[in-house]
């Protein structure tokens, strides 16, 4: 297949964004517009114990979902540029290179996501968030002063997003990190998250 730059291939191991690109597939979202909401619920349906409440896998978690799909098409960092096209807001459909990706590594797919249990998140990906945010100088800064008072584009880098994204984007990273911190029993990283929201929602939410 001809390979978008910023596309691999996908992952061995479980991930979301792969999740929902096979979603689509499985919906025949090759051959029309899929509601985003209706890719989500595939996605759930697929793999429950990753999109599903923390608490409550049998309830799908919008947030986990939407993050999925920025991973997606996040131009600065995704792996699957070039595999869903956009119409408005709430509409996706797999672009010809997107179903040459699902058709070429089908098998893989199939076997990961359509042949029965999906795991959650691995603890080992949840570490991976917390350690970023700890390398990161805006966390640092905070731990020295316990203020989330740094500039904007240093708190993005500790998020992982752009300064310029939207209010959405920026409370699906810090949901995100609050799941890692949950899951660590990290009630320091929980604090910096309530101060974080309430200086982003300060900020962006104007």
Not at 148 to 169: G, I, R, T, Y
Request: a neutral charge.
């Amino acid at each position: 297949m001809t390979k978008h730059h910023s596309v691999k291939e996908p992952s061995q191991n479980h991930n979301n964004a792969d999740l929902l690109v096979w979603a689509c597939y499985v919906l025949g979202g090759y051959e029309r517009w899929v509601d985003v909401e209706e890719l989500f619920l595939k996605a759930f349906e697929l793999g429950p114990n990753r999109l599903g409440w923390r608490t409550r896998s049998d309830i799908p978690d919008y947030k986990k979902c939407a993050k999925a799909l920025q991973e997606v098409e996040d131009p600065k960092r995704s792996d699957h540029l070039g595999l869903l096209s956009k119409q408005g807001q709430y509409t996706r459909k797999l672009t010809d290179e997107g179903l040459e990706w699902c058709t070429a590594y089908k098998s893989l797919l199939e076997r990961l996501y359509s042949g029965g249990y999906v795991p959650s998140q691995s603890r080992s990906e949840m570490s991976h968030i917390i350690s970023s945010l700890e390398k990161s100088d805006a966390y640092k800064r905070y731990i020295l002063t316990k203020h989330v008072d740094m500039e904007m584009w240093e708190l993005s880098d500790a998020l992982q997003c752009l300064p310029n994204s939207s209010l959405e984007v920026w409370m699906a990273r810090l949901d995100r990190l609050r799941i890692a911190a949950d899951q660590h029993g990290r009630s320091d990283i929980i604090e910096f998250i309530s101060l974080a929201r309430e200086r982003v929602v300060k900020e962006i939410g104007k």
